[in-house]
């Protein structure tokens, strides 16, 4: 019998102590095809969370901003059980840079993206662990929308990571 309490099928991430990560951190797609495991045992110790404006970024989100981790690729296990992970050539960014941005070509869910200006990193994409870092920093906050919320103690850069800040 399948439990369909709110809290299961909602997937609710409050369910999930933060204690449970303090090693690694472990999600899959939304067809299970591929799996992420991030071995890192600052997630939840500080603040690690990447949130990005950009246009091509809610794109790919199919929200307002997309949620991410900025890590090292050596702390990054991409298990690709069925041979689906794909990736698309993002020529046409705000940055100038052309990313690669992967997803699981079954569902559809974003699994990383790789930026060549960020040397030994892999931009992970969030959606797909139960639970998430709070956020370190925003980038092209100056392309936020009116109503959002605002998140104390995150630096917030105009455009660009690591540029000029608001």
């Known amino acids: 019998m399948v439990d369909r309490s709110p ?7 409050n369910q999930h102590p933060v204690s449970q990560f303090a090693e690694t951190l472990h999600g899959k797609c939304l067809c299970g095809s591929i799996s ?5 045992t600052e997630l939840f110790t500080r603040r690690r969370g990447h949130i990005c404006h950009c246009s091509n970024c809610r794109k790919v989100s199919g929200s307002y901003a997309s949620i991410n981790l ?8 991409i298990v690709d059980r069925d041979g689906t992970l794909t990736e ?5 960014t705000l940055s100038g840079n052309t ?9 559809g869910n974003p699994i990383r993206s790789v930026n060549p200006a960020l040397k030994g990193k892999v931009i992970v994409k969030m959606g797909i662990f139960p639970r998430i ?5 925003e980038a092209f906050a100056s392309h936020r929308h009116p109503w959002q919320g605002d ?7 105009t455009t660009k990571l690591f540029g000029e800040t608001m």
């Open 7 to 13: 809290n299961t099928v909602t997937g609710n991430p």
């Open 70 to 77: 900025i890590v090292e690729e050596d702390k990054v296990d």
């Open 36 to 40: 992420v495991t991030i071995k890192d």
């Open 99 to 107: 990313l690669g941005r992967w997803f699981c070509s079954r569902c």
């Open 151 to 157: 998140n104390p103690d995150v630096i917030r850069y």
């Open 133 to 137: 870092p709070a956020p370190e920093m």
């Open 88 to 92: 698309y050539k993002d020529g046409e």
